[in-house]
Every structure is written in structure tokens, then in C-alpha cells.
């Protein structure tokens, strides 16, 4: 079956300009989750949601970032006023569920974004 | 803080030769422990975690406890055991924290 797709897989963009990033979780898992990735680090996570709301928000670095997922499937990742720093890989993974026992989370390719 | 270090940013071995990639955390409580692994041009996906206690493509990690590490292991390393790969912990909070990720380099 289909993974995790995450649109675009590349987004250039100038310092200052709003962009989207799209992920599809796996049919049918509840959880979603967003993480960060910069050159020579490994993911570092940013939101978590379990159905439509976000149940830990707490890795988003500030108000420039939002996240939403209106009807518990597909999540768009928001930065408003981006900045050089912002750049990095965006991956976006899905879990069955959420709860105490961690389940396996599955990636997405992730999206390159660029701030010129 | 909770942090998950792999003091390794590199590691080449021979094809054949025993791998371990290291891992140590620093966490309360008791998290769950996984590796991660990325193939040249393939998505993060799970290899494994300890609570299944499996193997893995010949690949085992045990939790210590006492020294808190999950060190990764393979007796004969091969070529397409070339990757690279996060250790990530879980303390119940359904977030994982990756380590900085070590690149193995198996050469034939």
C-alpha cells in the first residue's frame, strides 16, 4: 500500500515568503507527526497530532510555525515570513495510533525547502 | 534534558568485519529505544526496537540500563549494510529523539 507522501519533495523560496507543506499519512493512523531536519543532524521533532488537534506542539521553534490537520488525515505545515535559517528537510511521519506504547512511526520522503 | 548522543559521526569497517554503532541517552524515566536506519535515496524507516528484543538483518541492540546505551550490533558486516543510522528514544510522550546519526560505510 501507499506510504506516507509528503508535496512538494522540493520548495526554493526568498527570505520573507509564506510557504505550505503538504503530508498524507498511511490510510487510516491517527497519529501524525512533523520533524525537522538540518544538515548533519538528525530529525528533531516539531508537532505531534492525534486525530485533528495537535496533542504536543511543543518542538515548533515559534510563532512563524503553525500546523494543521482539519479533518485527521492531511496535515499542512505553515511558516509564515521564512528565513534563511528555516532551511532544512521536512519529514513528516504517521503512526496507528498514539498512546503510552510507542507505535512504530512511518516516514515520508520528506520536503527540501530552501530560503534564499 | 532529554538527548540521545551517537558519538560516531562515521564509522568504515571491511566487509565481514563485527560492526558497533554506539548510542547513549540521557533521559528520565524508562524510554523506549529504536534504530533508524537511511538507505542512499530511501525514506527513515524502523530496523528495530528494543522491547521486540528481534534481529534484524543480523543487526541486535540491547539495552543497558546501568550504562544507558543501546549500542547496535552485527558480527559480519556487508555491503548493503551501508547507510546511515539514528538511534531515537521515546519516553511516552509519542515523540522520538534522534541522535545525531552515524554513517557506516562497509567497503568490500
Known amino acids: 500500500g501507499a506510504g506516507v507522501s509528503q508535496t512538494p519533495s522540493n520548495k526554493v523560496t526568498e527570505k520573507g515568503k509564506y510557504v505550505e507543506l503538504r503530508c498524507d499519512p498511511i490510510s487510516g493512523h491517527t497519529a501524525l507527526y512533523w520533524y525537522r531536519q538540518s544538515l548533519g543532524q538528525g530529525p528533531e521533532f516539531l508537532i505531534y497530532f492525534q486525530g485533528t488537534g495537535a496533542a504536543d506542539d511543543s518542538g515548533l521553534p515559534n510563532d512563524r510555525f503553525f500546523a494543521v490537520r482539519p479533518e485527521g488525515s492531511v496535515s499542512t505545515l505553515k511558516i509564515q515570513r521564512t528565513e534563511r535559517g528555516d532551511s532544512a528537510v521536512y519529514l513528516c511521519a504517521s503512526s496507528l495510533n498514539g498512546g503510552a506504547v510507542a507505535n512504530e512511526q512511518f516516514f515520508g520522503p520528506g520536503t527540501r525547502l530552501t530560503v534564499l | 534534558a532529554q538527548r540521545v548522543t551517537q558519538p560516531e559521526k562515521l564509522l568504515s569497517v571491511f566487509k565481514g568485519a563485527p560492526v558497533e554503532l554506539k548510542c547513549n541517552y540521557s533521559?528520565?524515566?524508562?524510554?523506549?529505544l529504536f534504530w533508524y536506519v537511511q538507505y542512499s535515496r530511501q525514506r527513515l524507516q524502523l530496523l528495530l526496537r528494543h522491547i521486540s528484543r528481534e534481529s534484524i538483518k543480523g543487526f541486535t541492540a540491547d539495552l543497558n540500563k546501568g550504562e544507558t546505551s543501546f549500542h547496535l550490533k552485527k558480527p559480519f558486516a556487508q555491503e548493503e549494510d551501508s547507510a546511515m543510522y539514528y538511534c531515537a528514544a521515546d519516553g511516552a510522550t509519542n515523540k522520538l529523539i534522534f541522535g545525531t546519526g552515524t554513517l557506516l560505510a562497509v567497503q568490500p
Open positions: 533521559y528520565s524515566g524508562s524510554p523506549e
